[in-house]
């Protein structure tokens, strides 16, 4: 499997260089919302790549059975990824491979919908592929999750805090409900899966547990991070130019005393600073000149999903 450097549409945001997991099964991109400073350049290993822009051999998706079609949306590559790693195929992250993404174009950033299909499908990647050990701490491990979660709703912060922003603490209730009711009643069919996926594995429980913990992400950094929170405000302002900074700069002379009276002046007078204000030359059409682009310089490829 191969993983590419996933940016935020139209910015230099890292929206994904990888994936860390929660051990209940949640995930994260690994630098999500951080600006792109080369800390990612280097190739690396990866849990597994993302499925907005993936790379697999064909021996390890039959290996691993595919996309699990029950999943839909959200969380299918880290149930393939996972399989895979199972299967002892591995994941390897390459830098020079750039995909510009429109998030969330799915079902939308914070919509009721993305929540009710993350959390239903995390619970169906955990019973399918995790060991019994570690499914018996998952409710423990799930409830430390929401309870950072229901502080980072309170606090308006992360991504409950922004579904807070557009619906209530009471509608997230509700979709948490649909999503475990339909996840629980989804279940004989993640373990007829599950008995197919932990007989075939190549890799251990104790591997797994490593496998885990070198891709590991903390309750609190799942529930108190997202891209608007973490992202500096420079990166979601562009810097100004030289031309606008002198543009600036006259707006702000021109409000003192000063300033006015020189622009007043030259309304009325026609001139600036004793000067006579000259007439404005006719424009200067210059020849245009026409580079192609190197055949190495590629077009960075756009992604909606």
């Given amino acids: 499997m191969c993983a590419s450097k996933i940016l935020v549409h139209g910015t230099h945001i890292i929206d994904k260089a990888g ?57 299918d590559d880290a149930d393939l990824g996972v399989r895979c790693q199972l299967k002892g195929w591995s994941c390897l992250y390459e830098p020079q491979a750039v995909v510009q993404h429109h998030r969330s174009s799915t079902s939308g950033a914070y919509s009721p919908e993305k929540i009710y299909l993350v959390e239903r499908n995390r619970l169906w990647l955990a019973m399918k592929s995790f060991p019994w050990l570690l499914l018996a701490f998952s409710p423990l491990l799930t409830a430390n999750r929401w309870a950072w979660n229901l502080l980072a709703a309170l606090m308006k912060k992360g991504a409950a805090g922004n579904f807070r922003r557009q619906s209530s603490l009471v509608d997230l209730l509700k979709v948490l409900f649909r999503a475990y009711r339909d996840g629980f009643r989804g279940l004989p069919l993640m373990l ?90 006719e424009p200067v059409e210059l020849p245009v000149r026409h580079t192609a682009v190197p055949p190495y310089q590629l077009p960075r490829l756009q992604h909606h999903g």
């Avoid at 609190?220 to 600036?248: F, N």
């Avoid at 026609?270 to 030359?281: F, N």
């Fill in 19 to 75: 994936h860390l997991m929660y051990p209940d099964g949640q995930n994260r991109g690994l630098g999500t919302g951080e600006l792109d400073g080369g800390q990612f350049d280097h190739s690396q290993e990866a849990l597994f790549p993302d499925g907005c822009a993936a790379l697999y051999r064909r021996e390890a998706i039959e290996q691993a059975g595919g996309f699990d079609p029950y999943f839909f949306a959200y969380a």
């Fill in 192 to 281: 007829k899966a599950r008995k197919l996926i932990r007989r075939d594995r190549r890799m251990s429980d104790w591997q797994f547990y490593g496998l885990l913990w070198r891709f590991r992400i903390s309750a609190r950094r799942l529930a108190m991070q997202d891209i608007t929170q973490v992202a500096p405000k420079s990166v979601r302002r562009r810097p100004m130019s030289s031309l606008q900074r002198r543009g600036l700069w006259q707006v702000v002379g021109g409000l003192t005393p000063n300033g006015f009276r020189g622009h007043l002046r030259y309304i009325l007078h026609g001139q600036a600073s004793g000067r006579t204000a000259k007439a404005p030359e």
